[in-house]
C-alpha cells in the first residue's frame, strides 16, 4: 500500500477508535451515575428526536450519511484490495533522441524464468510492486534441503546482480527471499 492510502487508513481508524472510545466511556459513565454526564443525557428531549424522525429531513439526513459514507469508504476499500503497480522504468542511456523504458515486471518475470530452470529451486516467482511508494523487484525462491546455503545464494546472487544492474540508475530495490523445504523424516518400519 503507498503512503497516501496507508496515512488515509490510519487516520480513518484512529478517528473511529477516538468516537469509539468517547460513546464507550460516555456510556460508562452514564451508567455508573457520573454527575456531569447523567445531566447531559437528560437534557436529550426524547420527543424531538421522535419529531426529527417522523419529519422530511430525516430521509434527507439519512442519504447524506449514505452518500458520506460511500465517498469515504470505497477509496479505502479499493486502496487495500489493489495491489500497488510499478510504472515503466527510464534506463540510463536515454537521450533526446528518444527513451529506453521497460516494465519492472518484465525484468522479475525474466529473472524467474532463468532461476526456474534450475533443478536446485522447487518453486520461483519475481514480482514488481509500489511498496509505500518504494518501488521493489520481489525474488522468491524455494529450495530443496539437500541444497546448501553457498550453492544456493551463488544462484540467487547471480540474478540479483543482474537485476541490479538492469536498473541501475533508477530507485528500484531488490529483494531475494530463499525459502528451504522441510526436511522429511525417514520413516519407520
Given at each position: 500500500?503507498?503512503?497516501?492510502?496507508?496515512?488515509?487508513?490510519?487516520s480513518?481508524?484512529?478517528?473511529?477508535?477516538?468516537?469509539?472510545?468517547v460513546?464507550g466511556a460516555?456510556?460508562?459513565a452514564?451508567?455508573?451515575?457520573?454527575q456531569p454526564?447523567v445531566?447531559w443525557v437528560?437534557?436529550?428531549?426524547?420527543?424531538?428526536?421522535?419529531?426529527?424522525a417522523?419529519s422530511?429531513w430525516?430521509?434527507?439526513?439519512?442519504?447524506g450519511?449514505?452518500?458520506?459514507?460511500?465517498?469515504?469508504a470505497?477509496?479505502?476499500?479499493?486502496?487495500?484490495?489493489?495491489?500497488g503497480t510499478v510504472d515503466?522504468?527510464?534506463?540510463?542511456?536515454s537521450d533526446?533522441?528518444?527513451?529506453?523504458s521497460?516494465?519492472?515486471k518484465?525484468i522479475a518475470?525474466?529473472?524467474a524464468?532463468e532461476?526456474?530452470?534450475?533443478p536446485m529451486?522447487?518453486?520461483v516467482?519475481?514480482r514488481?510492486?509500489d511498496?509505500?511508494?518504494?518501488?521493489?523487484?520481489?525474488l522468491?525462491?524455494?529450495?530443496s534441503?539437500?541444497?546448501?546455503?553457498p550453492?544456493?545464494?551463488?544462484?540467487?546472487?547471480v540474478?540479483?546482480?543482474?537485476?541490479?544492474?538492469?536498473?541501475?540508475?533508477t530507485d528500484?530495490h531488490?529483494q531475494a527471499f530463499?525459502?528451504?523445504?522441510?526436511?522429511?523424516?525417514?520413516?519407520?518400519?
Amino acid at each position: 500500500m503507498n503512503r497516501l492510502p496507508a496515512a488515509v487508513h490510519r487516520s480513518t481508524t484512529a478517528l473511529l477508535g477516538l468516537v469509539l472510545l468517547v460513546v464507550g466511556a460516555a456510556a460508562i459513565a452514564w451508567n455508573l451515575g457520573v454527575q456531569p454526564v447523567v445531566d447531559w443525557v437528560e437534557r436529550i428531549d426524547n420527543d424531538a428526536v421522535g419529531s426529527f424522525a417522523d419529519s422530511g429531513w430525516w430521509t434527507l439526513v439519512l442519504a447524506g450519511i449514505v452518500l458520506l459514507t460511500l465517498v469515504w469508504a470505497m477509496p479505502l476499500i479499493v486502496s487495500a484490495v489493489r495491489p500497488g503497480t510499478v510504472d515503466d522504468l527510464e534506463l540510463d542511456g536515454s537521450d533526446e533522441t528518444g527513451a529506453m523504458s521497460i516494465a519492472p515486471k518484465l525484468i522479475a518475470a525474466a529473472v524467474a524464468d532463468e532461476l526456474d530452470g534450475e533443478p536446485m529451486f522447487t518453486s520461483v516467482s519475481a514480482r514488481a510492486l509500489d511498496d509505500r511508494s518504494r518501488r521493489i523487484i520481489r525474488l522468491e525462491a524455494t529450495a530443496s534441503p539437500e541444497r546448501t546455503y553457498p550453492e544456493i545464494a551463488a544462484k540467487v546472487g547471480v540474478v540479483t546482480d543482474q537485476i541490479r544492474d538492469a536498473v541501475d540508475g533508477t530507485d528500484v530495490h531488490v529483494q531475494a527471499f530463499v525459502h528451504l523445504e522441510a526436511r522429511k523424516a525417514p520413516s519407520r518400519r
